[in-house]
């Protein structure tokens, strides 16, 4: 099977002359559409085939939930887009994968995104209703796989914290690695892109943009919350955005959130006297991007505390990504990850609720025609400074997308 699959990779990647790129790609682009005669109505399909490989992710801060290694994992997205007139956009994102963080489910198909925009011409307003990506942050807009030029999100995104959702702790002293609760249950800052269920107003006015949610869960909320099928509107979350673009080259931002990051399901486990209200996350943000010729750099910092019965526990946790165009198809792009936590009670004495982590990640993209690439990338994790405890991983990716 991994023979397959890499051979499956050699033949994908083989250069395609130039002449040749623009005649199937408009033919498979033309035939994956439909309009009205009139032009009342345009509908596209269009998708992405990506393989990916990891080795050493034990061990490593990332959302990779399988005990095999090496690990490899194929994914299927398809994307439909959909134009209503001029002021109606619909969008829809299937995925066939084994699980939307990389894990050793059985392969499934799953729909991560669904909505509806209306844009009032002239008014630079948009309201959006649907499951979407959060609102919040600078990563969340370029994560797609052709715009990442990463593998993985940035240590934010994925790194589990001590809090977890599936039971509700009684304190602080409740809290951290040692819990006693199954792995996929502890939280990061923000679970990815974060695809909950709601409705956005989004829009911009010279050189400010600004944009407000309402989701059924917040910014940690697993993937399994995101659907409105399983979680409810009993407890929304509030998300919030805004940044201002003094020219075309630097851009600075803020993001705040409010959100309870228990499950429903956790409500028989609430301690006599204690509501929903009493576990909350509350995330705020800070962010830049600058763009100068070839070179492009990202930063974000957040700080966020998840409260439990007695106090809350706080986190702080960082990157700065930079991505260079070394040639029309080749970039290398780096990046530094920090994450820090707070201590709290733990019985007689304090301790930390999270693992102190400093990440290095460096990798390369190649891409061999308009529409398919490779990524490599290696990973350095140093937990809570130690030298003797730094990790390595590896990890690659080959993307075709139609």
């Given at each position: 099977m991994r023979c397959l699959l890499?051979?499956?990779?050699?033949?994908?990647t083989l250069p395609t002359r130039a002449e040749d790129q623009p005649t199937w790609r408009e033919a498979l682009t033309e035939a994956l559409t439909v309009s009205a005669p009139n032009g009342a109505w345009k509908a596209q399909v269009s998708g992405a085939v990506t393989l990916e490989a990891y080795r050493g992710h034990q061990g490593n801060p990332g959302l990779v939930?399988?005990?095999?290694?090496?690990?490899?994992?194929?994914r299927l997205t398809l994307f439909l887009d959909a134009e209503l007139g001029r002021e109606l956009y619909a969008f829809v994102q299937a995925r066939v994968d084994r699980g939307f963080d990389p894990g050793a489910d059985p392969m499934g198909v799953?729909?991560?995104?669904?909505?509806?925009?209306?844009?009032p011409q002239g008014r630079g307003i948009s309201v959006q209703i649907g499951q979407f990506a959060t609102v919040i942050g600078n990563w969340v807009a370029r994560h797609d796989v052709w715009q990442n030029p990463f593998v993985g999100a940035p240590l934010p995104y994925e790194y589990l914290t001590g809090a977890y959702d599936e039971r509700a702790p009684s304190g602080l002293q409740d809290l951290g690695?040692?819990?006693?609760?199954?792995?996929?249950a502890y939280l990061p800052v923000v679970w990815g892109p974060s695809y909950a269920t709601g409705i956005?107003?989004?829009?911009?006015?010279?050189?400010?943009e600004y944009a407000v949610e309402l989701k059924n869960a917040g910014p940690s909320s697993r993937p399994d919350a995101w659907p409105i099928t399983e979680v409810g509107f009993s407890h929304p979350a509030f998300s919030a955005r805004l940044a201002y673009r003094p020219d075309l080259r630097l851009k600075l931002g803020l993001s705040y959130s409010d959100s309870t990051y228990l499950l429903?399901?956790?409500?028989?486990?609430?301690?006599?006297?204690?509501?929903f209200s009493d576990y909350r996350q509350r995330l705020f943000s800070q962010e830049f991007s600058y763009e100068w010729r070839h070179l492009q750099v990202w930063a974000?910092?957040?700080?966020?505390s998840f409260d439990v019965p007695g106090g809350s526990a706080r986190t702080t946790a960082g990157y700065v990504e930079s991505r260079y165009k070394v040639t029309p198809q080749l970039f290398l792009a780096l990046r530094w990850n920090r994450q820090t936590f707070s201590t709290i009670d733990a019985g007689a004495s304090r301790a930390r609720w999270g693992v102190n982590t400093t990440r290095y990640d460096l990798a390369a993209v190649y891409r061999f025609t308009p529409d398919s690439q490779f990524k490599a990338q290696v990973t350095s994790n140093r937990p809570s400074g130690d030298t003797?405890?730094?990790?390595?991983?590896?990890?690659?990716q080959y993307c075709l997308r139609f």
């Open positions: 890499v051979l499956l990779v050699v033949l994908l939930f399988s005990e095999s290694d090496p690990f490899i994992h194929p799953r729909l991560d995104e669904y909505a509806l925009r209306y844009t690695p040692g819990a006693g609760v199954d792995e996929y956005s107003l989004s829009g911009r006015k010279g050189g400010i429903p399901s956790a409500a028989r486990t609430l301690p006599s006297g204690r509501r974000e910092a957040f700080h966020s003797s405890e730094v990790g390595v991983a590896y990890a690659v």
